[in-house]
């Protein structure tokens, strides 16, 4: 440590100043994680890389013969586990655009006896098999589940919901709940934002099901490991825009008492929001209730027999 002076400031020496000058082209040439350091005031640091934001320096509280280094924002960028001074966990955040930006709507709508989820349909290449894709899955015979975001991280959570679902089973003797699995997968999703061995999924789910003693159920997960029940949600590109259009309709108060009525008022929602008429194959249909209470995924010509119903009825 340097001597102090008479007002108990460091005094630097040549030997000391030229250590700090190293230090500094060390530092912005290397610099990968929040480090705080001391440098001379007449130390000038090169301007970062074009995908660094440069460095901003400040006054050190010691003496005003040296500065402190401030991390911008880009540091708290790279470190997933670091709050910035805002209290923002930047990746978390990140993840969340991911759903939006995935170019998908989904909508969820639960019924006084069905849940229905409905959700965007596209085929990027002609060459494709529309049949191999979908975001809509089974966990159990009662509950199923859709992804917005990532189809990657979907598939990903989709096999750790498969996986709690089976050992809850075999565990218990009897199939796991909506909420139960609901909390199991929040929690895991909680934990990816503590540790930095794993990113935040890139992904919202829905998940939808019929409780043998609550009824029909919506959970929707976030990237952040929030959850919470659900009248009507929605994800994706459109979320607002969804759900505004939701609260007009149920504040009216909707009567949703058949398996019928929730469908085609999916379809008319998400036909609203899209500001486009639905076709068969850009869409895709998930149902839990009706007289087997199982959760299914509606065929193409089940499809288009609501669209022409809804078309009649306009």
């Excluded at 709508?109 to 085929?123: F, N, S, Y």
Aim: proline share 5%; charged share 25%; hydrophobic share 35%.
């Amino acid at each position: 440590m340097p001597p102090l002076g008479a007002n108990h400031a460091p005094v630097y020496g040549p030997r000391e100043s030229e250590q700090c000058s190293r230090i500094a082209v060390y530092v912005e040439e290397a610099f990968t994680s929040p480090v705080t350091g001391l440098y001379p005031v007449n130390t000038t640091l090169a301007r970062a890389p074009s995908r660094r934001r440069p460095l901003t320096l400040t006054t050190c509280s010691f003496s005003s013969a040296c500065v402190r280094c401030t991390v911008s924002r880009t540091s708290f960028d790279r470190a997933l586990t670091i709050f910035s001074p805002e209290g923002r966990l930047y990746q978390v955040e990140y993840a969340f655009k991911a759903i939006t930006s995935s170019g998908h709507t989904t909508l969820a709508i639960r019924g006084e006896d069905a849940t229905v989820v409905i959700t965007q349909k596209k085929v990027p290449d002609k060459l494709l098999d529309p049949d191999s894709i979908t975001h809509i899955y089974n966990v159990t015979p009662n509950i199923g589940c859709v992804f917005t975001g990532r189809h990657a991280d979907a598939r990903n959570q989709l096999q750790r919901a498969l996986s709690e679902a089976t050992q809850f089973r075999y565990k218990f003797g009897y199939e796991i709940t909506p909420d139960l699995l609901a909390k199991r997968i929040a929690n895991i999703n909680q934990v990816y934002t503590q540790r930095a061995a794993m990113r935040p999924l890139g992904i919202s789910m829905i998940i939808v099901g019929i409780d043998p003693e609550l009824g029909p159920q919506i959970f929707k997960l976030d990237p952040a490991g929030y959850y919470v029940g659900f009248h009507a949600t929605a994800a994706g590109q459109k979320q607002q825009e969804a759900i505004n259009l939701l609260e007009k309709g149920y504040k009216k108060g909707w009567k949703l008492t058949k398996l019928d009525d929730v469908v085609e008022l999916a379809l008319t929602s998400l036909s609203t929001v899209l500001a486009t008429d639905l076709k068969k194959g850009e869409v895709e249909i998930g149902v839990c209730g009706g007289e087997e209470r199982r959760f299914r995924k509606l065929s193409t010509e089940e499809i288009d027999g609501y669209l022409q119903r809804l078309g009649e009825k306009d």
